[in-house]
């Protein structure tokens, strides 16, 4: 019998998929090609962590020919990029039930259809019908919106195009590295070496103090307003329960005794993975650090509910997790 524990958060934007990885279709010869050569295959196209999408803020999907003619129409000849197995422009994200495959097509930076944000109605007719005007939209912005089936390939292409982006060359030896498992790793053909997408762990945390106040801080980067969870990355040789224990004492002066894990979602931007956490204060006396944290303060349910309601305070956006962790907190009133 499932044990449910009551402070799990479920349904995270970006940690929603329905459809299977498919990790043994990439070891498959011509499988990128294979794919493209079938109708039925849907593409979505990303471009610099921006995706493609519908007049409905939907994943806009594409027919092969379709996903050819974008890429065409950004000065690559679809004809030499679809047929070149080593190249990272097609990536394999998975395929459903029904077997339908499903590819990620990487767009250059330059391409036509990203020149400013004007809505793209007319600059590319497809295929399969005009690029209409939801143009580009960051996973960051849209992936609250997105449905179970589009969050996690988006989320997934969103990741791979940003790691291919930043690791075209080999860690060991330099060399330029050539793309593998259909778009899932790379390989260095001067030392043998294989490379795989990397993700690099975060936590971020609810801070409750005893009389249920939670901690939210104010980072020297961030615009006017803005306040959320405390988060940091984990360091080397460090547990993710220390690196909560460190992060809330460095940023804010606050010990914390217990930790408790209740989630986390990729966060491709450009290869986290949030851990989430709630974590009790034992102590309340803040002291910023001015460094990473401007300010930092408790807050009890009315104060935030009016801070946020005034516009005093902008929390999160709603792919967050950071966003999720104060909503579980302000829906559970102290025991
Ligand atoms: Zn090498």
């Given amino acids: 019998m499932a044990h449910v524990t009551p402070h799990v958060l479920a349904d995270l934007p970006l940690a929603r998929s ?10 498959v010869p011509h499988v990128i090609a294979d794919a493209l050569a079938d109708p039925a295959t849907r593409v979505l196209a990303v471009r610099d962590g921006g995706l493609l999408l519908t007049d409905g803020g939907g994943v806009r999907w594409l027919d092969p020919r379709s996903a050819g003619a974008l890429l065409a129409a950004g000065g690559a000849t679809d004809g030499a990029a679809t047929a070149d197995p080593t190249s990272d422009v097609w990536l394999l994200l998975g395929a459903r039930d029904d077997g ?16 400013g ?12 019908g005009p690029v209409g005007r939801g143009g580009w939209g960051s996973l960051r912005a849209v992936g609250a919106a997105l449905d179970a089936h589009d969050a ?8 791979l195009d940003a790691w291919h982006d930043r690791h075209p060359r080999c860690p060991r030896c330099g060399a330029t ?27 971020i945390m609810a801070v409750v103090d005893d009389a249920d106040r939670l901690l ?11 306040w959320s969870t405390l988060a940091g990355f984990v360091e080397a ?4 329960e220390q690196a909560v224990r460190r992060e809330v004492l460095e940023e804010t002066g606050v ?32 002291r910023v650090d001015g460094v990473e944290m401007a300010d930092a303060r408790w807050f009890t349910r009315d104060e935030l509910t009016a801070a946020t309601a005034s516009g005093q305070v902008l929390l999160p956006g709603g792919a967050s997790i950071a966003l999720a962790l104060v909503e579980q907190w302000w829906r559970r009133p102290p025991a």
């Fill in 100 to 115: 339908t495959r499903v590819l990620a097509v990487r767009l250059p930076d330059e391409h036509p259809l990203t020149t």
């Fill in 152 to 159: 996690g390939l988006a989320t997934a292409a969103v990741a």
């Fill in 237 to 240: 040789g460090e547990s993710a």
């Fill in 177 to 203: 590295t050539r793309v593998a498992q259909a778009g899932w790793s790379r390989v260095c053909d001067v030392d043998g070496s294989e490379h795989y997408p990397r993700t690099d762990p975060a936590v």
């Fill in 216 to 226: 939210l801080g104010h980072a020297t980067a961030w615009p006017a307003g803005r």
């Fill in 117 to 128: 944000g004007e809505p793209a109605d007319v600059l590319v007719h497809l295929p399969d």
């Fill in 18 to 27: 329905t459809v299977p990885r498919a990790a043994e279709l990439r070891d």
């Fill in 255 to 286: 010990v914390v005794d217990d930790v408790e894990y209740v989630g986390s979602q990729p966060w491709p931007f450009p290869a986290s993975l949030m851990l989430g956490f709630r974590a009790h204060a034992t102590s309340t006396r803040i």
